[in-house]
């Protein structure tokens, strides 16, 4: 339900997002979502897999200042680090 509200409040701000709502047994597929538990069971690495390379392919042509040629996320006790390095993207896990 706070998903849910989350998302029409990105919406509402014309921000760009998408919601997979994950509701019973026939959504999990055993390779990327194993439960409905919380976190599902996911790793990191699946989801980035999945989501990643769709995050990258909208903000390629997007126009904006970098002072620095990465970009990091905090999650619980790791920090993923994207770095711009030529024509590619480098992931470090710290």
């Known amino acids: 339900k706070d998903k849910i509200e989350l998302y029409k409040c990105f919406k509402q701000l014309n921000l760009d997002a998408t919601l997979h709502l994950i509701q019973d047994e026939k959504d999990i597929d055993g390779k990327m ?13 699946a989801l ?3 989501e990643l390379p769709l ?5 390629k042509d997007r126009k904006s200042p970098m002072r620095e ?3 990091s996320y905090p999650c619980k006790n790791r920090v993923f680090k994207f770095k711009d390095q030529g024509d590619k993207f480098k992931l470090e896990i710290v």
């Open 69 to 71: 040629n990465s970009i």
């Open 48 to 50: 980035f897999r999945k």
């Open 33 to 45: 979502i194993k439960s409905l538990e919380h976190g599902m069971r996911m790793t990191d690495k």
């Open 55 to 59: 995050m990258l392919e909208k903000l």
